[in-house]
């Protein structure tokens, strides 16, 4: 009977070992997922920071007028006057028969706004 109960315990106590070492392989791997994923973000911080400076340099005023005045032939723009400027009334709808545009399921926003387009009723619109 003690030869019985030994061998039972010693079974649990490799068993306990067994799910104990399972445990800590598994933490271990999330463990260095979790590094992998800050590695990454940190990578793609410093990516959107340098395209952000690359932007900041493209987006400059007098580089911006060289581009315009070496193209002038191909832009051919004017000078912005005051009498372009129009009201909300002025702008026209959108015709009825103009085509939809699908929307993607991760679009709540794009929903909402095909949804109300299709109801104007129903959001109050109109």
């Given at each position: 009977m003690?030869?019985?109960?030994?061998?039972?315990?010693?079974?649990?106590?490799?068993?306990?070992?067994?799910?104990?070492?399972?445990?800590?392989?598994?933490a271990e791997v999330a463990a260095d997922r979790v590094a992998t994923l800050r590695s990454e973000i940190s990578k793609e911080k410093d990516q959107i920071a340098l395209l952000k400076a690359e932007w900041s340099v493209l987006d400059q005023p007098a580089r911006l007028q060289g581009v315009i005045d070496k193209y002038a032939d191909h832009f051919k723009l004017q000078p912005f006057s005051p009498t372009q400027l129009a009201t909300i009334d002025q702008i026209p709808m959108r015709p009825a028969d103009a085509p939809v545009i699908p929307v993607k399921d991760s679009d709540p926003l794009g929903q909402i706004l095909t949804e109300l387009e299709a109801n104007p009723a129903a959001g109050g619109a109109q």
């Open positions: 003690g030869r019985i109960f030994n061998l039972v315990l010693i079974l649990a106590m490799l068993a306990g070992a067994l799910v104990t070492y399972d445990m800590k392989h598994k």
